[in-house]
């Protein structure tokens, strides 16, 4: 029932820009905060950006700040990752995840692919 579903990821060349979104349903989304997670080939999965539930306060990873952008929709239902300036240390799998802060509940989405690549 609970359910993350990511999309926009792709191939991209250095410099450039992505966009990645992550539309959530199954749980009542207003009370969680969001963040993105990712993991590149033969690394651990870390997190790169997060967002509160009302969206009031974000924070980002030293190695993506001023060039990545979270953002959240509540109306929507969706999270999104402006990506700017793109390296190819950037290439992983981004992951949209969801997690209540009381409680601790968490969700993952499935992944989208992002290629920084000449």
């Known amino acids: 029932q609970v359910q993350l579903v990511e999309s926009g990821g792709g191939l991209v060349q250095p410099g450039g820009s992505l966009s990645v979104s992550c539309v959530a349903s199954g749980f009542t989304f207003t009370t969680y905060a969001m963040r993105w997670y990712r993991q590149a080939p033969g690394k651990e999965r870390e997190l790169v950006a997060s967002?509160?539930?009302?969206?009031?306060?974000?924070n980002y990873a030293d190695a993506v700040k001023g060039r990545f952008t979270i953002s959240r929709d509540n109306a929507k239902n969706a999270v999104y990752l402006q990506m700017n300036s793109l390296k190819p240390e950037d290439t992983a799998i981004y992951y949209c995840?969801?997690?209540?802060?009381?409680?601790?509940?968490?969700?993952w989405g499935q992944g989208t692919q992002v290629t920084v690549s000449s």
């Open positions: 967002i509160s539930a009302t969206g009031g306060r974000r």
């Open positions: 995840n969801a997690y209540h802060v009381i409680f601790e509940y968490v969700y």
